[in-house]
Structure formats: structure tokens, C-alpha cells
């Protein structure tokens, strides 16, 4: 299984991304999908995780109300909308993938993980 994320770069405070992430070598709408980040110096963290067909969500306190997690299934994609973004939601985000489809949101419970995409917020 491969997941490849893209979307990534720099921004103000206060702007917006959009992340993508495209799964390859397993049905996609078998998997549950989540976003996690990891700055340097620290863990990495759960951001946002979605079911198998987008209809459950759920998100870290720390990003709820901005970022939104959405699916294509169609498209074999995950998305993670960032808006508002902040200096300390720099990171590398990484999205991941669980063949058994919960809202994991520790690191642990996925089973595949993509490369990761830098985001960098600036004041």
C-alpha cells in the first residue's frame, strides 16, 4: 500500500492549505484515513481521522473548527482543508491509513503511513 501526500509549503498566520493524499494498492474505501503531524522536537500527533466514507470524523481540540478531513473515494484521496493556520501548526504532516476502519488517533493503530509534507506557518 502506498499513500503519497502532497500540498504542503509556506504560509502566513492566518492563511489556508489544502492537503492531499492518494492511496494506491488497496480498496480505498476499505480503510479508515487520518492526518497527523510532527513537529521538530516532538511527537507526532493526531490531527483528524475520518470512516470509510467520510460520514464520521473527528479532530484533535487543537485544530477542530479550522482544519476539515474530507474523502473521494472515487479518487482514492483523503484531504486535510487547513484554514486559519497558526505558527505552531508548523510541522511535517503525514497521512495514514487503518485497515480496520475507527477513528484511531494515536500513531499505533494505522498501518500504513505516507512520506509526509512540510507545512510551515510564519508570523
Known amino acids: 500500500v502506498q499513500l503519497v501526500e502532497s500540498g504542503g509549503g509556506s504560509v502566513q498566520a492566518g492563511g489556508s492549505l489544502r492537503l492531499s493524499c492518494v492511496v494506491s494498492g488497496r480498496t480505498f474505501s476499505d480503510l479508515a484515513m487520518g492526518w497527523f503531524r510532527q513537529a521538530v522536537g516532538k511527537e507526532r500527533e493526531f490531527v483528524a481521522a475520518t470512516a470509510r466514507f467520510g460520514s464520521r470524523t473527528n479532530y484533535a481540540d487543537s485544530v477542530k473548527d479550522r482544519f476539515t478531513i474530507s474523502r473521494d473515494n472515487a479518487k482514492n484521496t483523503v484531504y486535510l482543508q487547513m484554514n486559519s493556520l497558526k505558527p505552531e501548526d508548523t510541522a511535517t504532516y503525514y497521512c495514514?491509513?487503518?485497515?480496520?476502519?475507527?477513528?484511531?488517533?494515536?500513531?499505533?493503530?494505522?498501518?500504513?503511513w505516507g512520506q509526509g509534507t512540510a507545512v510551515t506557518v510564519s508570523s
Open positions: 495514514a491509513a487503518a485497515a480496520i476502519v475507527a477513528l484511531f488517533t494515536t500513531p499505533r493503530e494505522y498501518d500504513y
